[in-house]
C-alpha cells in the first residue's frame, strides 16, 4: 500500500498538515521524529547535544527503513494500511533514507520561505539543534541550512509552498499533489 510521505525543512507545516491529511483519508499518521524520540528514550535536541548528530541520523534511518517496510493490516479485512508519514527537516539528505521513501510511497516536499519559517519557529530555536549551530541571526542560518538541503528537496515527487496557505488550504495542496503523483506512479507503462 503506498504511503503519502510528507518532508521539507524544520516549520513548513509537515507535523500540523500529517494528521489532518491522515484524518481526511482515514489513514493513520506516523511522525519519524516520534519513533526516533521514543527509541532514544529523550527529545532531539538531548539526542544532538549528548549523543550527537550522527547518532540521531541511525536513529531516523532506522525509523524509516521501519516506516518504509511497515506492513500493517487491518484487523478484520487484513488488507495492507495506508499511512501518512511526517519525516525530520532533514531526513531525504540520506540516500538510504531517500530510497526507502521512493520504495514506501510519493513523497510531497513542503517548503515556505525563510522569513515565514522564521516566525513560525519563533521560541523552539532552542529545541532546533541545527538552527543553533554557527551562531548565525536566525534567518541567515536557515537560508544556509535551505540551500544545503535544496538539491535533496528537489527530488521528491512534489512540492507545495506553504508560506501563505491557511492550514487547510495546504492539505488540498499536498492531497492534490498526493493524487496526482500516486496516479502517475500506479499507471500501467505504454
Avoid at 23 to 29: D, Q
Avoid at 126 to 137: F, I, N, S, V
Avoid at 159 to 168: C, F, K, N
Wanted: one cysteine or more; hydrophobic letters at 45%; charged letters at 25%.
Amino acid at each position: 500500500m503506498i504511503k503519502l510521505i510528507l518532508t521539507g525543512f524544520m516549520a513548513t507545516g509537515k507535523s500540523a498538515i500529517g494528521p489532518i491529511a491522515a484524518r481526511r483519508l482515514g489513514w493513520r499518521f506516523i511522525d519519524s521524529d516520534a519513533i526516533v524520540i521514543a527509541a532514544a528514550g529523550k527529545p532531539i535536541a538531548a539526542i544532538f547535544a549528548q549523543d550527537g548528530e550522527p547518532h540521531f541520523r541511525a536513529l531516523e534511518r532506522a525509523a524509516l527503513a521501519s516506516i518504509a517496510s511497515d506492513r500493517h493490516r487491518c484487523p478484520q479485512c487484513h488488507t495492507p494500511m495506508p499511512s501518512v508519514v511526517s519525516t525530520g527537516g532533514g531526513a531525504i539528505v540520506d540516500e538510504a533514507n531517500l530510497a526507502e521513501m521512493r520504495r514506501a510511497g510519493v513523497i510531497v516536499c513542503l517548503t515556505a520561505r525563510p522569513d515565514v519559517i522564521a516566525l513560525r519557529v519563533g521560541r523552539s530555536v532552542a529545541r532546533r539543534p541545527k538552527l543553533m549551530e554557527g551562531g548565525k541571526p536566525l534567518e541567515a542560518r536557515i537560508r544556509e541550512l535551505m540551500a544545503e538541503r535544496a538539491p535533496a528537496y528537489a527530488r521528491a515527487d512534489a512540492t507545495v509552498d506553504t508560506s501563505d496557505l491557511p492550514i487547510e488550504k495546504a492539505v488540498d495542496s499536498v492531497l492534490d499533489a498526493f493524487v496526482a503523483r500516486a496516479r502517475l506512479r500506479c499507471a500501467p507503462s505504454a
